[in-house]
């Protein structure tokens, strides 16, 4: 029998399903010293966030081919050395969905009627029913930021409330809205429009203090707010603000900025106003009971040869092939970040991964699984990798091609990205040099560039005067520009334009470049 330490605590459910196939240690009380010293021992492994599966567990776990997250976060697990080691690690992120989602919608119920507050109240011995008096949320607007798994289950259950619900997610197809009767919309017409807002995002450089004094100014008088996703989505100073102004009448908030709890967060001075809970959002016997029952079935289906559903990385790949194929797979790499971070944060459609030269001599299909990965992973609020990327972008709708280029045109080997989103069609292509990885076209005009660095992507109409002005932007800011190139096809028709700089330029540089000339693109990307 394969043998499996359990070593946090998991739900009885979970043990129960390990004993039929495993011979099962449960021990959530073992000291660091006592896991060192007996982890090379287990084939499986299940952890929830408080046992440190770090390099120097690994290099001790010598049997070890599973490790089980029973929950969402891994942080405590070192992926990277489990991959180098062909170990298997996978969370179970949906196990505690629908208790995220209740939770939304009860804050959201508690919000409108007072009920702490009215509770809290009682408890003290005052009675009045005038001071909290509440809403209904019938025939109000719900905006969603983030229609996903947690998002689209609160918008059917806010429509069984007669609620009007909206949404905003750059990444869902419209027809998956369509299905439940939720309308996309863009992000600052969901702001206006809704009277409720609720956040359900991944915490990316894009969503990071989402929602802020900008946001808050355009949204309706005395709406509400909902975080049930991630702390950081929302400013809390600039919450606090607006709660302040009487901009926004209430909040409901679940997790924090900081947590646990520190005494001067400025939202504890609106105990009328604002509900706060110690990031509850998942924590439910039945969650519990769900994440570890998913967390053992998943590590016997690895044991016995078996996938995970939810896997964090895949074993390693044969070193010799792995070697021979790592300058591609470090083009392809490069190239996937360029889309994802140029145009990421379009709803993409269709991805199509061209092959030419010597690269045809390898096995294409990791190539092109790797770069879905590349761009989606960056963008999506599930992990994407390289077990489970063709079906994330099968379930996102996103149509996968393959092609090979004939006649690469002067290089030995090129890979060329096309991705199409909802507002147009873009390319990169690259190709591995002896001086390195370069980038060699961009939307099909012939540039020659690093594929590393600081860019700036600009989409311009070609006519004089444009190269100059941006060049002394740049300068009158002190951004150095390392190297540039310029591409077109035609006098006067469109034009692409990539600088390579030293330093980043800065929002207000970049604002007055988009205000003194006038252009189609302007993208600062790092890669």
Known sequence: ??????????????????????????????????????????????????????????????????????????????????????????????????????????????????????????????????????????????????????????????????????????????????KINVPLLGFKEVLKKSDYITLHTPLTDETYHILSHKEFAIMKDNVRIINCARGKNVDTQALAKALAEHKVAGAAIDVHEVEPLPEDNPLLKYQDRVIMTCHLGGTTTEAMDNVSIAAAEQVLDVLNNGLPESPLNIPSINIQEYNKAKPYLNLVNKLGNFIAKWKGHERIEMIEAEYGGEVIGHDLKPFTTSLIKDILDPILDSRVNLVNAQLVAKERGIEIKESQISKPDGVNNIIRVRVKTNKGNYSVAGTNLPIGLRIIEINDFRIDLNLEGKFLVISYQDKPGVIGKVGSILGQDNVNIASMQVGRKSYGGQAIMIIQTDNKPSKATMEKINKNIELTDLTYLEI
């Not at 690994?58 to 170990?87: C, F, M, P, Q, W």
């Not at 005052?126 to 983030?146: A, F, P, S």
């Open 1 to 178: 029998m394969y043998k499996v330490l359990v070593s946090d605590n998991i739900s009885p459910k979970g043990i129960e399903i390990l004993e039929q196939e495993a011979d099962v240690t449960f021990n959530p009380d073992l000291s660091r010293e006592e896991f060192l010293d007996i982890i090379g021992e287990y084939d499986g492994l299940i952890v929830r966030s408080m046992t440190e599966v770090d390099k120097e567990a690994l290099d001790k776990a010598r049997n070890l081919k599973v490790i089980g997250r029973a929950g969402t976060g891994y942080d405590n697990i070192d992926i990277e050395e489990a991959s180098k080691r062909g170990i298997i690690v996978f969370n179970t992120p949906t196990g505690n969905t629908i208790s995220a989602v209740e939770h939304t919608i009860g804050m959201m119920l508690a919000l409108s009627r007072n009920i702490p507050q009215a509770n809290q109240a009682l408890h003290e011995g005052i009675w009045d029913r005038k001071k909290y008096m509440g809403v209904e949320v019938k025939g109000k607007t719900l905006g969603i930021i983030g229609l996903g798994r947690i998002g689209s289950r609160v918008a059917v259950r806010a429509q069984a409330f007669g609620m009007k619900v909206i949404a905003n997610d750059p990444y869902l197809p419209p027809e998956k809205a369509a």
